[in-house]
């Protein structure tokens, strides 16, 4: 499986943000459309990833408010991305090494989604699910063999 089939069933709404936003506006987006994540753009070229964890340690450094923080000033200006191509596995892998919970997916420059953890663990857990359901289909109509009947005894 791979990260298209992901994109393919969850679409590609993306929600941005520009690295001169405020940080107060950017959590509002977020809280607004209950999303953990937003990709941080300038002129058309992704600069960053803002997630919740950002926001979080921003408020807990200026004492509990976000008062005239920038986004810039706390985003990952060096996200994980991934492409359309990347196998899930490696996209697992890449997200456990480095405790991501969104990878934005590139084609080249372009930017085609946000992938999330749960998507990723989602994708897993029905492949997983259809592969069990083949396999016990396959195993109830595997083919009985038929007893040979013993020869009779003279």
Not at 24 to 48: C, F, K, N, Y
Not at 117 to 140: P, S, W
């Amino acid at each position: 499986m791979k990260v298209i089939d992901i994109l393919r069933v969850k679409g590609v709404t993306l929600f941005t943000v520009g690295p001169d936003e405020a940080l107060a506006q950017a959590a509002s987006t977020m809280a607004e459309h209950d999303i953990g994540s937003l990709v941080v753009m300038s002129h058309g070229e992704l600069v960053g990833m803002l997630t919740f964890r950002e926001v979080i340690l921003a408020i807990v450094r200026n004492g509990g408010t976000l008062g005239t923080t920038l986004v810039r000033s706390v985003m990952d200006d060096h996200p994980l991305t991934c492409t359309p191509e990347t196998s899930i596995d490696e996209v697992r892998r890449m997200m456990l090494g480095r405790h991501a919970r969104y990878m934005p997916v590139m084609d080249q420059r372009t930017l085609m989604g946000v992938i999330s953890f749960h998507d990723v663990a989602k994708a897993v857990v029905e492949g997983q699910d259809f592969e069990n359901r083949m396999l016990k289909a396959y195993i109830r109509d595997w083919p009985v063999e038929q007893e040979v009947p013993a020869e009779p005894r003279l």
